[in-house]
């Protein structure tokens, strides 16, 4: 009797659960709550930092349009002065010009009032109309003018103009032999070529018959 008895009070008896299992247990749900809260905070944070990328482009654009504008004001005004001083100093260049021939065209008016004196004498009006030639040319290379007179020089024809050849036993042949119009050039650049004439070098007796 005491064996059965005591045999069923053991079968009745509860398994008590171990107590590590049960913290396990109370360990895991509050875990599970915080990560899906982290995972909620991150998204709200990356929500707003996508809100402050866009905010900080649109600055970026708004400050780079500005900056355009600025840079396309500046360079009208930057055209518009260039064009200023260009006229400006193309007006100023022609002003000197004609400061510098004032005083030719006084001499001339003083040649030409002494040439219709009645005592006028031939030698005093060449002289003069000579010397405000002279002054002429002298005033306007003081600006880069610079005459092209090649008398007995080879003849270049980036700066001559031949007009004809002639025979000459003085002149050898490609040298200028006379100069109909000179030539002018400006600080370097030409103007008008100078027109000549070419010797052809020692004429043939043909060219002596065609001469006669």
């Known amino acids: 009797m005491n064996d059965t008895a005591s045999k069923s009070d053991h079968n009745d008896t509860e398994v008590p659960v171990s107590q590590p299992e049960t913290e396990a247990a109370e360990t895991t749900a509050p875990a599970a709550d915080s990560a ?3 995972q909620a905070e991150e998204q709200i944070v990356t929500e707003l930092t996508l809100e402050q990328q866009l905010e900080q482009a649109q600055k970026d654009t708004a400050a780079a349009k500005e900056l355009h504008l600025r840079a396309v004001a500046d360079l009208e005004n930057f055209r518009r002065r260039t064009a200023r001083e260009k006229n ?12 510098e ?15 219709r004196a009645d005592n006028a ?6 002289d003069g109309v000579e010397m405000v030639g002279t002054q002429f040319k002298t005033a306007l290379g003081n600006h880069g003018l610079k005459e092209i007179n090649p008398v007995n020089a080879a003849f270049d024809p980036n700066h ?4 004809s ?15 109909v119009r000179v030539g002018y050039s400006l600080n370097g650049r030409l103007l008008r070529p100078a027109s000549v004439i070419v010797s052809s070098g020692a004429g043939t007796e043909d060219d002596a018959k065609q001469d006669a």
């Open 36 to 38: 899906t809260e982290t």
């Open 121 to 126: 004498e031939l030698k005093v009006i060449t």
């Open 101 to 115: 021939l004032m005083p030719v065209l006084d001499n001339l008016g003083f040649a030409l009032v002494a040439a």
């Open 88 to 99: 400006d100093l193309r007006a100023f260049a022609a002003a000197n010009v004609v400061e």
């Open 160 to 163: 001559h103009e031949a007009l």
């Open 165 to 179: 050849q002639q025979a000459s036993e003085e002149v050898a042949d490609g040298t200028v032999l006379q100069v």
